[in-house]
């Protein structure tokens, strides 16, 4: 797939070059020099020139892309001014890094759908991870009031069944997989942990060590679990 990326500072340069990795084509646009020469050679292309300039915008290969990040992480004037113009360009795939909630107010009436909030999404991973401490694996923002986690089952879990502990009424979390660690040896013959989703779950589904739970809920009900 093909992406450009507009913007390349801290985030915009670890998306471009995490997509490059996985093996998509990626084109970095800023109008500092200094972060054109950084990513020259772990990109597909790496141009430099003014986004909020509507004749340089339009020299790029807007309508090859199947998706265009907009990164800024400061410069709200910069930001707003490149949207507009990529949307008056007719571009589709938008994805837009949210400065504050007045940016995000102005870019969503502008006609952007997506917007990304790294520094929201640490904050809230960084807040799930203090309140489960070790039991803590994984977390995923699907609202702006429930997510998504992974977790490892309290050792009080284990021996019963689902029932018995009954996630939803007792905690108010719902149980969306359980993901269980089997042992096998690799090619070298070392031993390695590989985990598999267990297909069919019932209420007598008796919870083993080591399992993961993939919970959905608030997070204000994690305290529940990590009290016990």
């Known amino acids: ?115 990304i909030t790294p520094e929201a999404d640490f904050a809230g991973m960084y807040t799930s991870q203090s309140s489960l401490k070790e039991l803590f694996k994984q977390w995923y923002k699907v609202t702006e009031t429930h997510h998504l986690y992974k977790i490892k089952v309290p050792a009080s879990f284990v021996g019963q069944t689902l029932q018995t502990i009954d996630l939803e009424e007792n905690f108010g979390m719902r149980l969306v997989g359980i993901e269980r660690p089997q042992t096998e040896r690799n090619l070298i013959g070392l031993k390695q942990t590989r985990y598999s989703v267990i297909n069919k779950i019932t209420e007598d589904l008796k919870i083993e060590e080591g399992d993961l739970f993939i919970l959905f809920g608030k997070m204000e009900m994690l305290h529940k679990l990590a009290e016990i």
Do not use: W
């Open 1 to 115: 797939m093909k992406y450009l990326v507009i913007g390349l500072g801290n985030l915009g340069r670890a998306i471009a070059e995490n997509l490059t990795r996985i093996g998509n084509e990626v084109i970095g646009v800023d109008c500092d020099p200094h972060k054109i020469e950084a990513v020259k050679h772990t990109l597909s292309g790496a141009i430099g020139l003014d986004t909020t300039d509507q004749d340089a915008l339009s020299t790029l290969p807007l309508n090859e892309m199947d998706a265009i990040f907009v990164t800024f992480g400061k410069d709200f004037g910069s930001s707003i001014q490149t949207v507009a113009l990529l949307k008056n360009l007719d571009v589709d795939k938008l994805i837009v890094r949210g400065i504050s909630p007045i940016h995000e107010a102005v870019i969503r009436s502008i006609g952007v759908a997506e917007i």
